[in-house]
């Protein structure tokens, strides 16, 4: 039979937990080898048969995440709840609250993830750099706001945005006309920056934390191409001050399980706070690799409120290079050229169909020189990709 | 439904390819985090529902691997079978060759990990070294062997032993009756010797190898309880010596998939080889968290002919220790005091229930001293077995 019922989750013997991922895309399915090790049982809630997460989880029923009735059923038979996205709605939330389930992070800090204007808000309250910024209504306060700060500004949708969807440099008003067409806009000075930063960490709900190095990210057209692990040549005063925001946001927020808190690197010393996710994230997967306690078990540990693992790196520098989808559906060829050129890069695949700009995996090269180990994973991943052919 | 039908296997897109392994045990389930992040699909014929295995894979029908009919209808869905173990019968194996299923290792090698008497024969012709031995069928071969090797002597079922079943420490023929009438028994000498090591590698199908450094093993009462990689205080020649015949073993064999060699370190410049296994092995535990590419994704490339990972540790020493069951059933409890005792112990579980003896995990710690690393991963295995309380 093609498709299956899928099953309740088989727990695994000595009461150990089953831990539920609400969607299905790569974050949940790197959750599924640690899971596997610490002796877990994962759950996962797809929105389709075959999602990434799907594919490689006994457990997966198909089911909205936007449904009551399909969310609370699959929550019914987990210990506790976590998130592959920010998409659930808050109606979701709160029935699944009522009926007693454990939500790691919960609604109410879920809601800085969710929503842009509360996060701004909220970072602004605690006195930690943010970027100017404004929640307008009509164009003639992005005007005023241009006029203010300078165009061009950044206009974003509040919530539902990823990967540069949901984001416009706005050199007008006009530019930002068909966001307001669809809701309030949060508004954002456009930083001049040297280059970006993220720092990773984990909170359980008693409230241990542990935080991995500050990396640097390489953006290109809004989507994360390269992490370097930790940032080359960060001041460490920085660092400290960084890693320092991000707990106390961590705190603050009552965020549990990763946390992610990408940031604006204004001129090696000064930093403003650009985004934060609350879920493992693309500039921790370099952890998988190269550090003790990669993000997906940290996460894992963080939402069972066990005790968190060391996220001491186990190599002086390792880089990450995505790989988007090219060309071509058949990766197969060029991932074995990979595996052969280089034995050293360790390459993760999503089980995602290709298609133009879609992030279907990465690869991690551990080593001491990051600009050469950037050039290596680079080769992988384009290589894999198909924008280069030797 | 607890007891849903299994799915066949649900492909990758990109003509990824489906591994099948024979057997759920704890081996096949350490392939299924590597298997998800190489983007491959993994498939298990299983004994039971909740197997190790099936607990983590989507695709564990459940099977006899003595039954011609189950291992062909299941093979039918993979593009290469592996093993768990190495208890399938060769009448199976013959099945599946004439179905024109890829058997990785090939039956024609794997019949040197089955029979022992086979392996000692053509371990011999290699001129490597071994133990002085006979195949035997009556107690009077077994007095004529002691008589000239001296006693005790090592008797063996050339078929079907593991963790020390089937193996009795004979002081007289008396001692082996029970053993041969059952079928021709295998007598070895028994070998004085400092420690025990071990040497792993994986072989393609192509010819490709890569071995992991030599590694010390450490049994009691015949279960391996402990591995130290690299062996510590090896003489270089030693280790060059004992990986030569590893690989040459594989290669005059014809081992795909990683081969395990154990060994007897006679006098720290001698060694000859104890045992055979075709299969990632306890004595490669350490390679998931102490190199780069761990043994469960290097035998999942190797069967496919895929280009082998780097065997680099990444780190200067790693210990391994099993953990074995102990009294309690429950060891959530202990699993956690071991987490939050120290950050860096790495704890890979079953999904197996408790039985006394019984291997239902193991822990990895990786750093610069042998013997505090090994006093660190004995405490954490020994007090998730309940044997020490503090």
Not at 25 to 48: F, H, I
Not at 222 to 247: Q, R, W
Not at 375 to 380: D, E, P, Y
Request: with cysteine.
């Amino acid at each position: 039979m093609d498709r299956p019922a899928s099953p309740r989750p088989l727990r695994s013997p000595g009461g150990f937990p089953v831990v539920g991922i609400i969607g299905g895309g790569q974050l949940a399915r790197m959750c599924a080898g640690p899971a596997a090790e610490l002796g877990l049982t994962l759950a996962v809630l797809a929105d389709a048969h075959d999602a990434s997460a799907a594919q490689v989880v006994r457990c997966a029923p198909v089911g909205d995440h936007t449904d009551v009735e399909s969310v609370l059923s699959f929550a019914a038979d987990c210990d506790v709840v976590t998130f592959d996205h920010e998409h659930v709605p808050a109606d979701v939330l709160a029935a699944l609250e009522a009926a007693g389930a454990i939500l790691q992070p919960a609604p109410a800090a879920l809601t800085y993830a969710q929503d842009k204007v509360a996060m701004r808000t909220r970072v602004g309250e605690l006195g930690i750099p943010s970027p100017r910024w404004r929640a307008v209504t009509s164009a003639a306060q992005v005007a005023d706001f241009g006029a203010q700060v300078g165009w061009p500004v950044i206009a974003k949708a509040p919530r539902g945005g990823y990967d540069g969807k949901g984001v416009v440099v706005a050199r007008s008003p006009e530019d930002a006309a068909a966001l307001l067409a669809a809701g309030p806009v949060l508004l954002e000075e456009k930083v001049v920056f040297q280059r970006e930063l993220a720092v990773l960490l984990a909170r359980s709900p008693s409230g241990q934390a542990a935080a991995w190095p500050v990396v640097e990210t390489v953006q290109e057209d809004g989507i994360c191409t390269e992490v370097i692990a930790p940032a080359p040549d960060l001041d460490p005063h920085l660092a400290a001050l960084v890693t320092h925001a991000g707990l106390r946001i961590a705190g603050e927020l009552g965020v549990t399980g990763v946390l992610a808190v990408e940031l604006f690197d204004i001129d090696g010393e000064h930093f403003v706070v650009n985004e934060l996710a609350m879920r493992p994230h693309n500039s921790g997967h370099w952890s998988m690799d190269g550090a003790v306690t990669g993000q997906f078990e940290q996460h894992l540990r963080a939402v069972l409120d066990l005790p968190l693992g060391s996220p001491r790196p186990s190599a002086p520098v390792t880089v990450m290079a995505n790989i988007l989808g090219g060309e071509h559906e058949e990766v197969y060829s060029a991932y074995r050229h990979v595996m052969a050129r280089d034995p050293e890069v360790k390459v993760h695949l999503y089980g995602k169909g290709v298609r133009p700009g879609r992030k279907i995996g990465h690869v991690n090269v551990s080593g001491d020189d990051p600009v050469a180990l950037s050039a290596r994973a680079r080769h992988a991943a384009d290589f894999i990709r198909g924008v280069i052919d030797e």
